[in-house]
Every structure is written in C-alpha cells, then in structure tokens.
C-alpha cells in the first residue's frame, strides 16, 4: 500500500505542485484583497488539504494560503478587503484534526476572515461550493488536490466551468492519466502510440471538449516523479487567472512553461498540437503566423488570446509580430498585454502587407 505521503518528507514533485499553487495564490489574492465592490465576498476551497505540513514541518498547501493571506491582510494597500471564508476539507478526519491544531496555535487572524475545517467526501461537500461558487458576486479559487481523477469528472467539470468568477486547480497522478482512456466519465482518446509523457496535454485537450467553450482556460503542468508523469490543470473562465497561472508555469520552465522536464525534448509525434515541431515556442509561432495570414487572428485581442489558450505569454506573441513586422509581413507592432487588450480595451488591428 502506498504511504501516506503527508507522513514523510514532502519528494520534489510534491514540492513542484506547492510552489505553483504558492505562486498563484501570491497572484490571485491582491486582485480581491481591495473591496472595490467587485465582489461582496472572497471564499478558498482546499478541498484535499491534509494535515498542513509533512513530517518535517513543511508547509502544505493550507499553511501556504494561510500566511500569504496574513501578509496581503497586513499591507497599507489593503484597505477594506471583503469577507474571507475558507474552507479546508479533508474525508480522512486524522488530517483535518491535525490541521486544527496547527491552526490554533497560529496567531488569530481579523474578524473578517472565517476558516471552517470539514471532514467530507468530495461528493457531498462539492454541491456547498457550487452554491457559493454559482454566485456573480463571489470572487472562488479552488484547489482540488485529488489522488484519483472522480473529482474533474464531466458533470464536476462542466459546473467548475461555469462559475463566473472562480478559478481552479486540479491535481491528476500519473496512473489516473493512464484510466482516463478507460474511465466511464471522461473517454480520452489517447493516441497509444504516443508517449504517456504527454498524456497531461491531451488531458487539458479533452477537458476543453467537454466544457465545448472556446473562451475558457484550461492550462496543464506535468511534473515529472520517477518514471511517472503528474500533472497540474488549471482551469480560469477570465484571461487574467489564465495569465498568471501561466506566468507561475513558465517561471518554473522556462523552456516551454509546462513541465518540470524537457517535455518536448523526448517526446516524438506524441501530440498533433506538436506534431511537426520539436519546440512549443516553434509551434506557437507558426500556428500565429498562420492565423493571422488566413485572418483568423486580425487584432491585438485576438492574438492575446490565442496565445494564453496555447500556454504562452503575451511577450512571446509580441515577439512573433515583430519579427513578422521586419520581415515586411505586417506593417505594424501594436500594445499587446493584458492591460492595453482586456483592461483599457485599446485594441488595434494587425495590417497584412500584401
């Protein structure tokens, strides 16, 4: 039987997945932390969070929330931050009950923040999150750290998708990745004769087949352990998440922003988004230049867009347009980012030269 790896020291897989989940908080909390009246209420869902920490003493993914929550609490910048509610779940009640203590040896937290610990299975604490989660004024990020794959299953994920305002992080071992072709829920077409390296990336494929919602983001990780492959999925209906989550990926590789490995370096054919390239930033590049040739891609907006739904930066779409631009293919290099295209909504158009 595999031991609990809450038990011993956290492996470096394990402390890959932390330091993504850390980097998104970091990102994720400032945006709400203002109560401009965006959101009446602020609600973290930790819904595997175990005991806290491993043996060592080393954080888990509920003391990482809970101290970047005390630090943005503390900033001058601060000012008026709405309802806080976190919910930290865990079916296996020696967790939660550890969890419990540590918490209370912490320093109180201010009245506007409530931490409620349950000891639920997923499937009966899911529907209270969809009832917080379906609510317009409710800023949500989720953090399912599952050991199976029931808990992104088709209804699970269809529901995750259509909260408006809430973010998602999903973890899938390895061997899950290897029953998706098989599970009754999501039926992956897995090309066999691929590597099962890459089974993160036709994971990510398929769950935007069933939310059959071009707008959505879904944004894989895989973090190699052994001669396993696991993998993060992030899920974001709003560029902004997409954006950060993919800042966070490609701080942690900064060849592809994907893996933990060099995921396109040993794997041949295995994915048709990678077919005929041996470098994602390859791919990208020609699948744009394509676009905009064909004028599927005609303003700055458009190639934002494109370029968070492959799993790159807007830095690496501004860089293809100006090669493009000294090429003589384009005649102009626009502002393109998150704040020029979403935020001030200046968006311009790309010029073919014919």
């Known amino acids: 039987m595999r031991k609990e790896f809450h038990k011993i020291a956290y492996q470096a897989h394990t402390l890959t997945k932390l330091r993504l989940y850390e980097a998104y908080i970091k990102a994720w909390l400032p945006v709400f932390m203002t109560n401009s009246g965006r959101v009446s209420e602020i609600w973290l869902f930790d819904l595997f969070c175990g005991p806290g920490c491993?043996?060592?003493g080393r954080k888990g993914s509920p003391l990482i929330l809970l101290n970047e929550l005390t630090k943005y609490l503390h900033l001058p910048s601060t000012k008026n931050p709405p309802k806080i509610n976190i919910i930290f779940n865990d079916r296996k009640k020696w967790k939660i009950n550890r969890l419990t203590k540590i918490i209370e040896q912490r320093p109180p937290l201010p009245d506007i923040v409530n931490i409620k610990l349950t000891s639920l299975p997923y499937a009966d604490i899911f529907p209270h999150v969809a009832a917080v989660a379906s609510k317009c004024s409710t800023a949500c990020f989720i953090f399912i750290d599952q050991c199976g794959i029931n808990a992104i299953g088709?209804?699970?994920?269809?529901?995750?998708?259509?909260?408006?305002?809430?973010?998602?992080?999903?973890?899938?071992?390895?061997?899950?990745?290897?029953?998706f072709i098989k599970h009754k829920n999501?039926?992956?077409?897995?090309n066999q004769k691929g590597a099962w390296k890459d089974a993160h990336r036709t994971v990510a494929d398929t769950?935007?087949?069933?939310?059959?919602?071009?707008?959505?983001?879904?944004v894989p990780f895989s973090i190699k352990h052994g001669n396993n492959i696991h993998g993060l999925l992030?899920?974001?209906?709003?560029?902004?998440?997409?954006?950060?989550?993919?800042?966070?990926?490609?701080?942690?590789?900064?060849?592809?922003?994907?893996?933990?490995f060099d995921i396109d370096g040993i794997i041949q054919n295995s994915?048709?988004?990678?077919?005929?390239?041996?470098?994602?930033?390859?791919a990208f590049e020609a699948e744009l230049r394509d676009k905009i040739f064909v004028k599927e891609?005609?303003?700055?907006?458009?190639?934002?867009?494109?370029?968070?739904?492959?799993?790159?930066?807007?830095?690496?779409?501004?860089?293809?347009?100006?090669?493009?631009?000294n090429e003589g293919m384009i005649a102009n290099v626009p502002p393109l980012s998150y704040q020029t295209t979403i935020v001030r909504k200046d968006i311009k158009d790309i010029t073919l030269i014919r």
């Open 54 to 56: 491993d043996r060592n």
């Open 154 to 179: 088709d209804n699970y994920l269809r529901q995750l998708a259509s909260f408006p305002i809430t973010d998602w992080l999903a973890f899938v071992a390895s061997s899950s990745a290897r029953r």
């Open 186 to 190: 999501l039926a992956l077409h897995l």
């Open 207 to 218: 769950c935007r087949e069933l939310i059959a919602n071009p707008d959505y983001f879904i």
């Open 234 to 260: 992030f899920g974001s209906s709003h560029p902004s998440g997409a954006e950060k989550f993919i800042k966070a990926c490609w701080a942690e590789d900064k060849n592809a922003g994907e893996a933990n």
């Open 271 to 282: 994915s048709q988004l990678l077919k005929f390239f041996s470098k994602k930033l390859d």
């Open 297 to 325: 891609i005609t303003n700055t907006k458009e190639a934002y867009e494109f370029a968070l739904q492959f799993g790159v930066m807007a830095s690496h779409a501004k860089a293809v347009l100006r090669k493009m631009k």
